[in-house]
């Protein structure tokens, strides 16, 4: 039986951009993630992937507010 994830994004309309930015940084640090199942990959690197797109939102919000 698969399983469907609990992480939904807050604005659904976002979510296939998220998707998007979750495979481009992933592959920015050499995770290989790919399309459905990724069991094989280790929590290391797949939190790595999540704490990289945490990191880069931050900094892209942070330009935001400065004005550049």
């Known amino acids: 039986m698969a399983r469907r994830s609990s992480n939904r994004a807050s604005v659904p ?6 998707d998007r930015f ?14 459905g199942y990724n069991g094989d990959l280790t929590s290391k690197q797949n939190g790595s992937v999540g ?18």
Do not use: H
Not at 13 to 18: K, P, V
Not at 59 to 65: L, S
């Open 13 to 18: 309309e976002a979510q296939s951009a998220l």
């Open 51 to 68: 704490g990289y797109m945490v990191k880069k939102m931050i900094e892209a919000q942070e330009r935001q507010m400065s004005g550049k």
């Open 22 to 35: 979750k495979y481009e940084v992933a592959s920015e640090i050499g995770v290989p993630l790919k399309e």
